[in-house]
């Protein structure tokens, strides 16, 4: 069945088969389903519930510490002595950074002799302006109270290679 183009000229196929558009439709529809059930089932990071508490490795390794305030921060940082500590700077509304969260508690069940604190920035913006925070997530390593390397982004095997090298 011959097509008029907008030009005037005569196509031999419509744009838009009835093919395609069909599979737009079943492409969209599986798009929703997969997002809205990722949002519901349970245990889900895609809610942000993981920064609500702190976190638990599994077998009762190490744990991530939810830093509240600036005098928990010096705290948490006296209390670890000479032991490397992580800082995961991160926000509530940061995609990458709800992404890495899951390796981060899995990292800290790991190595129970790295403290593991985070930090919302938002919350504890004296803190993150201390480290120079620009970017999220932002890990930031100390040792013997003091900074010894830092970097950002949401790179687990970086992660993985900073803590290893620092310990």
């Known amino acids: ?78 209390r670890a002595g000479s032991k490397l500590v992580v800082v995961d700077f991160f926000a509530t509304w940061c995609g990458p950074c709800r992404m890495i969260a899951p390796y981060v508690e899995q990292m800290a069940a790991e190595t129970p002799n790295v403290v593991f604190l985070k930090v919302d920035v938002n919350q504890c913006d004296g803190v993150a302006a201390q480290y120079s925070v620009r970017a999220m997530p932002t890990f930031v390593f100390i040792k013997n109270g003091r900074k010894v390397d830092s970097f950002s982004g949401a790179d687990i095997e970086k992660l993985r290679v900073f803590v290893y090298r620092h310990c």
Do not use: C
Not at 6 to 32: C, H, R, T, Y
Not at 57 to 64: A, L
Not at 66 to 76: C, G, K, L, P, R
């Open 1 to 78: 069945m011959p097509y008029v183009l907008s030009s005037g000229e005569i196509a031999d196929k419509q744009p838009w088969g009835i093919a395609k558009i069909v599979a737009m439709f079943w492409g969209i529809l599986n798009f929703f389903f997969m997002f809205f059930r990722t949002l519901i089932s349970p245990g889900s990071h895609a809610r942000g519930d993981q920064y609500t508490q702190d976190f638990r490795g599994p077998g009762g390794g190490g744990s991530v510490h939810h830093v509240t305030s600036d005098a928990d921060m010096a705290a948490q940082l006296k």
